[in-house]
């Protein structure tokens, strides 16, 4: 599981944006009286509607059963993922996949793995079309997606909790990782801290 922060967000313009509620103006997001407006606001009184204004932009890695988990949140988010139509055999000595928590299971995933990767190299006649067909959930995707701060609360809540699958669990608390340590504050309510 890798997640890279690509982008520099600013919480300025929901300073500004909470500012202009009021007719306050800006108090300056890195300010003490600027961020606890903003935890007050966005965080205790819920108008987290303001936190649409800042964005996170991540590189992810993650296996196919996080990406169909993913795929179900749509509101705040945007993303584009690596294609298989396009990458499976050009890029079959780079196939990586996703172990499970349970030895069993990736004893054969792993049996598996090597007779596709075998079967691919094999087949150079074959188009992505069909051997992605072959490729199992544990396969690991590259992904780049935006959430805005409202948006990236909601997945940190549904996603880091002990009932999400254990794969987009670690995506998750990946992302919350990679976001910068004066943003932490926006997302500590919303994320299980609990067993992982």
């Known amino acids: ?31 003490d009286k600027g961020k606890e407006r903003i935890d007050r606001v966005c965080n205790k009184f819920q ?37 298989t139509r396009y990458c499976t055999k050009q890029d079959v000595d780079n196939i990586r996949y996703e172990l499970s928590n349970n030895n069993i299971v990736n ?12 079967f691919i190299r094999q087949n150079p006649t074959i188009g992505n079309d069909d051997l992605k067909l072959l490729l199992p959930q544990a396969f690991i995707y590259k992904m780049q997606v935006q959430f805005n701060a409202q948006s990236l609360q909601h997945f940190l809540k549904l996603r880091t909790a002990k009932s999400s699958h254990y794969h987009i669990r670690q995506l998750a608390k990946a992302m919350y990782d990679a976001i910068p340590e ?12 609990g067993d992982k």
């Open 1 to 31: 599981m890798k997640v890279t922060l690509l982008n520099n967000p600013t919480l300025n313009f929901v300073d500004s944006g909470v500012g202009m509620c009021w007719d306050k103006g800006s108090y300056g997001a890195d300010t």
């Open 47 to 83: 108008h987290s509607s303001m936190l649409r204004f800042v964005q996170y932009i991540f590189e992810c890695e993650l296996s196919t059963s996080a990406l169909l988990e993913f795929t179900r949140h749509q509101v705040g988010v945007d993303y584009a993922v690596k294609s």
């Open 107 to 118: 004893n054969k995933l792993n049996t598996i793995m090597s007779d596709i990767i075998l």
């Open 182 to 193: 004066e943003h932490k504050y926006l997302f500590e309510d919303y994320i299980n801290k």
